[in-house]
């Protein structure tokens, strides 16, 4: 079935820099949800892209589709240590019933 | 959070002892769904439903059974539990509507010795 690959698995940055993770797919999503989750908590709903090219902010989060539908990206302008977590990317499969998660990017920032 | 709970929230049991977990919510939304989250897996989804007795399959359904004799509860059998089983899981309801986002419950970390 449909898979997504996010990458990287992993990233550390210095508190200020920025941090950019990956969403891939080799077949056209119809849509794109993005999610966080603290260390030891649970995802949480960030944002849906549905429109090839879209592109959305949350303060300094940007978000973007791309314009074939198969890749999305997350960046995030200067970290905060309230930014770490882990990233995950989603699309609603067959049906539009069910989520298939990818593997997430854990971010970790140095104050 | 959309009045999800999980019960327990931390389990410790043997190999081969039956398991369930619970997860209740209050504002009678329809879809429920029971993930697995194990490092370097990201999210797996093992059951969802879609109403009062109506369940389906997901992707890592094997050694799993669901029920959902009311709205509110779902419920995650492990009829005998194995040590693969370790993970922690998640229960999710989605929101009817444009979105379609899930809201996670808070989650239970099973630890089969």
Redo the contacts between chains.
């Keep these: 079935g449909q898979q997504v690959m996010q990458i990287p698995q992993y990233q550390h940055v210095q508190e200020g820099e920025d941090f950019t993770t990956y969403c891939n797919s080799s077949t056209t999503l119809s849509n794109i949800q993005w999610y966080k989750q603290r260390p030891g908590g649970h995802p949480v709903f960030l944002i849906q892209l549905v429109k090839s090219g879209e592109v959305k902010k949350q303060k300094r989060l940007t978000f973007q589709f791309g314009e074939a539908k198969k890749n999305s990206s997350l960046h995030i302008t200067a970290t905060q240590t309230t930014d770490v977590g882990t990233y995950f990317c989603a699309f609603r499969g067959q049906g539009a019933q069910k989520l298939v998660f990818g593997q997430g990017t854990r971010l970790t920032i140095n104050p | 959070?959309a009045g999800i709970t999980q019960s327990p929230r931390h389990k410790v049991t043997e190999t081969g002892t039956p398991v369930t977990l619970r997860c209740h919510q209050t504002e009678n939304h329809r879809?429920m769904?029971w993930y697995r989250q194990d490092p370097?897996?990201?999210?797996?989804?093992i059951h969802?439903s879609?109403g009062v007795k109506d369940t389906?399959k997901?992707?890592v359904s094997d050694g799993y059974s669901v029920s959902r004799s009311k709205t509110e509860d779902f419920l995650l059998t492990l009829e005998s539990a194995t040590s693969s089983q370790t993970s922690v899981y998640?229960c999710a309801i989605?929101i009817a509507g444009q979105?379609?986002?899930?809201?996670?419950?808070?989650?239970t970390r099973l630890t089969v010795l």
Aim: no cysteine.
């Design positions: 959070d879809y769904y370097g897996h990201g999210l797996r989804l969802y879609y389906d997901g992707e998640f989605r979105l379609h986002e899930q809201f996670f419950g808070p989650g």
